[in-house]
Nanobody, 124 residues
Framework: QVHLVESGGGLVQPGGSLRLSCAASRFTFEYYDIGWFRQAPGKEREGVSCISSSDGSTEIADSVVGRFTISRDNAKNTVYLQMNSLKPEDTAVYYC?????????????????WGQGTPVTVSS
């Protein structure tokens, strides 16, 4: 059974940075593509970024390109989302998910297993 745990969320001022972590266990982590999604209050869950298991290639949503970076450390069974130049509109609960497809658009339908989420609030 796939088990994912997000951490690293919190309150940050506009322009600040956070690094989210997604720790995986109970499955062969290196064979799965991992995605980051976010869901703001009253809005649908949207794909932010994903990283492939096969070659480490990445996809990034237009709304965060140039500010967010995804990376993975297979030895630690962990995927990271580095978030810089944060804006109030980045406020959301951030989820990581495991799946078999990392492509654009980054869609929830391609990811079957989900973590519980970590909240990010960008506010002064």
């Amino acid at each position: 059974q796939v088990h994912l745990v997000e951490s690293g969320g919190g309150l940050v001022q506009p322009g600040g940075s956070l690094r989210l972590s997604c720790a995986a266990s109970r499955f062969t982590f290196e064979y799965y593509d991992i995605g980051w999604f976010r869901q703001a209050p009253g809005k649908e869950r949207e794909g932010v970024s994903c990283i492939s298991s096969s070659d480490g290639s990445t996809e990034i949503a237009d709304s965060v390109v140039g500010r967010f970076t995804i990376s993975r450390d297979n030895a630690k069974n962990t995927v990271y989302l580095q978030m810089n130049s944060l804006k109030p509109e980045d406020t959301a609960v951030y989820y990581c998910a495991a799946g078999l497809v990392c492509s654009v658009p980054i869609t929830t339908a391609d990811f079957a297993s989900w973590g519980q989420g970590t909240p990010v609030t960008v506010s002064s």
